[in-house]
């Protein structure tokens, strides 16, 4: 573990009005990276996805972090979105420990003013313009809840994935991103690659041909720890000097 220090609670939202970003691929593996920082049992990830990803892969791979199943679907999204902020509530009395939220895909007006309830929201994309465009749209959505209470929360962290292995100019989305008031986050490459080792072969993510995954994950892993757990994204909205929040990909992890 990096530090003794018992740090502050954090409610982290996975989310993106475009489906098949890879949403729940990534909160399984920001809450397995997680879990190897700090201690498991402080990691609940709240899986509201019908489709159960996160639930059925983290309680075959870490039944040591809690795992609660609340689908938020038509039928349900009234009293499992209470259920959800019931957690997040409870979640800030309780220092040390991280909740994850997976979120459907949709447009529920109700969904994402619960989003904008947390610490941080990180939002899955690729680089193509079929998933770029809704996700500005979603990033513009969210800036304008944040506007409309003047809140400084949730920060928001643009988590590019799909990315084709020796990709390294990311200035185009930089460029369209930085009038938002968004954080890029490191790259993740083989964001995908978890969909063939899926299937309860959860020993397969151990195999040498996941290298470039397991690199890319501890990476994202530490980010999200220095960023997000350790308060640095904090650090740098009180500075208040009128910059970009884009935090340059080069730089994201010195």
């Known amino acids: 573990m990096a530090s003794s220090k018992v740090k ?20 399984i593996m920001l809450a397995r990276a997680l879990a190897e920082k700090i201690p498991p049992q402080n990691i609940t990830v709240i899986d509201t996805d019908l489709q159960r990803t996160a639930t059925e892969f983290l309680t075959n791979s ?11 679907t038509p039928a349900f999204e009234n009293t499992n979105i209470s259920l959800v902020q019931q957690f997040i509530k409870q979640n800030e009395f309780r220092p040390g420990h991280v909740v994850i939220v997976d979120t459907p895909a949709g447009s529920s007006q109700r969904l994402w003013n619960l989003v904008a309830e947390g610490y941080c929201v990180l939002i899955p994309t690729t680089l193509s313009n079929a998933d770029l465009y809704p996700t500005e749209n979603f990033i513009r959505s969210m800036d304008k809840v944040k506007a409309r209470y003047g809140k400084s929360y949730p920060h928001l962290i643009v988590c590019p994935n799909k990315i084709p292995f020796g990709q390294k100019d990311f200035s185009l989305m930089a460029e369209r991103l930085k009038n938002h008031d ?15 080792f899926y299937n309860g072969k959860v020993e397969n993510w151990e195999n040498k041909s996941n290298t470039n995954a397991q690199s890319d994950f501890k990476q994202f892993g530490s980010f999200i720890e220095k960023y997000v757990l350790d308060g640095e994204l904090d650090k740098i909205y009180s500075k208040k000097d009128g910059a970009k929040n884009v935090i340059p990909f080069e730089k994201a992890n010195n």
């Not at 502050?8 to 909160?27: C, E, H, P, Q, Y």
């Not at 968004?182 to 063939?196: E, K, Y």
């Open 182 to 196: 968004v954080v890029i986050g490191p790259a993740l490459r083989d964001l995908a690659s978890v969909r063939h």
């Open 62 to 72: 870490n039944p040591e972090i809690n795992v609660e199943f609340l689908p938020i």
């Open 8 to 27: 502050d609670a954090k409610s982290i939202f996975v989310a993106n009005v475009k489906g098949g970003v890879g949403k729940s691929t990534l909160s």
